[in-house]
């Protein structure tokens, strides 16, 4: 599959699967946001001072709260919202099961899987971003592919490092060329609201809420592009 036809897969695959991102998307990322204030309400500034001016601690967990046990379950519930953020969406846009409890069995199924190994590329891009930048950066775009390849592919354990990697390495520089410009709009257009982020307001919350899920919702359909045109399936 060319790239052009890629391209044009992201914003087909958002046009026809925008009432279903808005309708499972939005109530989640409405939850992310209020967890994300929680956490960043018991967080200690001067932690949050040294973090913004690049002095990233190794174990930040351990520094930045003098509760760490405490945020332990805010930042797992985080991370499983997250991934039901991008695993589910995916798994409705290309599995196309035939109900919602049948999808969400199937999501349930997939929890494990998502938790254990996003958290293990994570970490690791996250040990790579410290390095030098281009590690994390290799890494990420290495393992692009995990969160669709767990949903949709019936794989052990063991292999779904192996698997990812294979589909990853077919067409490296079109996946960075293909995700890169929504993994940035993911990430910066969400960030700009980040002054208002503690305004508990209806109004506001709501909207961040929507900015988030318009983005989620491209990332999603830029992924699910991804994975089918390194796969050529669908």
Known sequence: MSLTIAWNNIFKLFRKNSLIFLSCLFPSNLLLILLNNEVRSMVNVPIMEAFSKGNVPLLPLLEVTERPFDLLPLLASIWLLLNYAFGFPILLALDRPKSLKRAL?????????????????????????????????????????????????????????????????????????????????????????????????????????????????????????AYIMCTNNY
Do not use: C, D, H
């Open 105 to 225: 069995v199937k999501f349930a199924i997939k929890i494990p899987k998502l938790f254990v190994f996003t958290l293990a590329v994570g970490f690791l891009i996250y040990l790579g971003l410290l390095a030098v930048l281009v590690p994390g950066i290799m890494i990420a775009l290495g393992f692009s592919l995990l969160i669709p390849t767990i949903m949709l592919e019936n794989i052990p354990f063991r292999k779904i490092f192996v698997r990812t990697l294979e589909l990853s390495q077919r067409k490296l520089r079109k996946l960075f060329i293909l995700l890169s410009p929504w993994v940035l709009t993911y990430i910066f257009i969400p960030s700009l609201f980040s002054p208002i982020l503690t305004t508990n307001s209806l109004l506001t919350l709501f909207s961040l809420s929507i900015v988030v899920t318009f983005t989620n919702s491209l990332l999603v359909s830029a992924l699910a592009s």
